[in-house]
């Protein structure tokens, strides 16, 4: 994308039909470190990059819990993401006030997406910086949403957003129709290898990366490091040995699933697309 | 004319008195509303009277109306503040129809939601002047609320407004237990209609019996209750007796 003369602001058409604005700011999303999102039919799992400034700060906070039900994780301009995570979380919690339940994923994502829009529509304001993946439960099962600073908003199998994640991308393509039933701690095993394609062959640590959880009965939060620590390790040491399960030592019980082929778990058959508009 | 005007303390909290638009007291009343929950739903029934003081003016009044797919609704108290209920549940539903996404307001929500309504109506010094009863059934879970006029709210097996309080509550306390079959139900809800139809001054003989259940929502014809006054101490009430009782 090259400056011209149709950039200044948001809202002016170039004469292709384009909004320059908009389009820079999900420019700034792909500038982001990394965040992504599987989903099954009773689990999402939100997984992102930490990279810290340097080795006397700490790490940038990426993914918000926004009520017990939803959660979210940005990339792009985190302050941004922050302030978009205060209205989330506000819109929840008025939602279980007045109506003593808990505000459907669907909803809070059409909200979020119209208060993106506004901002392309005005001339006093800029776009939001930051893409968001939303995770969350509804009614009918388990979501992940991504919404973009232009206002458009998409329903995911699963997705990466920010920088490298294309090849976080290629891998969820291979393995996407194995998702829907997998269980809850292989869709956390895929998101963690899914992260670790976008670490472009830096070693995985549990203290590079946050992975978040929400599931049918098991509310949003995020995993603590050992526990990530735990789960990056029992995978692998499998890969390294290639065969059927030698029980890691380090491991808990929970890792004991840990078959090197997954995908034979999946209903075989009906492929199930990724919801796009 | 009011050549004098009258001054409120100035440690008053009621507002300019210019906008006297707040309601002080009930015009058209409707009385109890008794509801219990029985093996596939709710049941719910209500008079159809609406009294104006000691008169009973109206004889047709519906207060007891379906909320969406879910819900039912019955009031008692002021019938103009039912129906300005009823328009601001109706735009709820509307609201909620029109995200068409699979999701939907069930029982609990909307209680909830009247609660709020009531309550805060309560805190401006201008309530609905209605005891509701919210009553439904969603995904196989039965519900049933109530709500007063100042917000006080709660759930239970079985629920009376008014009167009903009083007369039908002790009765269902005996006589309600888990799974009434549909039958059971409607003589039991009759028995407590009864007594009020005896005991209380403004129920009329004419009623309804409304169900809600997973499927849909149904509300009877209107019909009277059968009524026995041949009881011996009715008759020569005077006789040798200082009083009439």
Not at chain 1, 55 to 66: A, G, M, Y
Not at chain 2, 8 to 26: K, M, V
Not at chain 2, 157 to 183: C, D, K, M, Y
Not at chain 2, 194 to 214: C, F, G, M, P
Request: charged share 25%.
């Amino acid at each position: 994308m090259f400056r011209n003369q149709y950039d200044t602001d948001v809202t002016t058409w170039s004469p292709a039909g384009r909004l320059f604005q908009v389009e820079y700011a999900m420019e700034a999303v792909k500038q982001g470190s990394a965040a992504i999102g599987l989903r099954s039919k009773t689990h999402v799992v939100l997984g992102c990059v930490n990279k810290a400034n340097s080795e006397l700060s700490s790490h940038q906070k990426k993914i918000f819990k926004v009520d017990d039900h939803i959660g979210v994780a940005i990339a792009g301009l985190t302050a941004d993401g922050r302030v978009l995570s205060r209205y989330m979380r506000n819109e929840c919690i008025n939602y279980s006030f007045t109506y003593d339940s808990p505000l459907p994923v669907g909803r809070l994502v059409v909200q979020l997406a119209d208060k993106a829009q506004v901002c392309t529509q005005r001339s006093w304001k800029r776009p939001y910086g930051v893409g968001l993946l939303v995770a969350g439960l509804d009614e009918s099962g388990a979501h992940l949403y991504y919404n973009c600073p232009s206002g458009n908003y998409f329903e995911y199998q699963a997705f990466a957003i920010g920088s490298r994640s294309q090849a976080a991308k290629t891998y969820l393509e291979r393995r996407f129709e194995s998702f829907r039933d997998t269980t809850r701690d292989d869709l956390v095993k895929d998101a963690l290898m899914a992260i670790r394609e976008t670490l472009q062959g830096e070693t995985l640590k549990s203290s590079v990366c946050t992975v978040a959880v929400v599931g049918v009965g098991e509310p949003f939060h995020v995993l603590d490091q050992g526990t990530v620590q735990q789960m990056i390790d029992a995978f692998e040491i499998v890969a390294e040995q290639e065969g059927p399960a030698a029980e890691p030592d380090v491991d808990s019980g929970q890792e004991a699933s840990a078959e090197p082929e997954p995908e034979q778990g999946a209903a075989a058959g009906e492929g199930v697309a990724p919801m796009d508009i | 004319m009011n050549f004098t005007a009258s001054k409120q303390p100035e440690n008053c909290l009621l507002g300019p008195e210019s906008d006297s638009q707040r309601t002080l007291y009930p015009y058209v009343t409707g009385t109890s509303v008794v509801a219990l929950k029985y093996k596939d739903g709710i049941l719910m029934a209500a008079d159809m009277g609406g009294s104006y003081g000691s008169t009973l003016r109206y004889k047709s009044v519906e207060r007891m109306k379906p909320i969406g797919k879910h819900s039912l609704l019955g009031a008692s108290g002021e019938i103009s503040d039912f129906q300005e209920i009823l328009k601001y549940l109706d735009e709820l539903i509307l609201y909620d129809n029109m995200w068409d996404d699979g999701n939907s307001l069930g029982p609990k929500e909307v209680h909830n939601y009247l609660t709020r309504v009531m309550y805060n109506r309560r805190n401006k010094f201008n309530p609905l002047w209605n005891s509701l009863v919210l009553g439904g059934v969603k995904k196989g879970e039965k519900y049933l609320g109530t709500v007063s006029m100042i917000g006080v709210n709660f759930e239970d097996n079985h629920v009376a407004t008014g009167f009903g309080n009083h007369l039908a509550r002790p009765i269902l306390r005996q006589e309600w237990h888990e799974n009434l079959s549909f039958e059971d139900g409607v003589k039991l809800l009759e028995k407590c209609m009864r007594v009020l139809l005896y005991r209380d001054r403004s129920a009329i003989n004419k009623l309804q019996i409304a169900k809600i259940t997973e499927e849909g929502m149904t509300i009877s014809p209107p019909y009277s209750l059968k009524t026995y006054w041949e009881f011996s101490a009715f008759e020569n009430p005077t006789q040798g007796a200082v009083g009439s009782w």
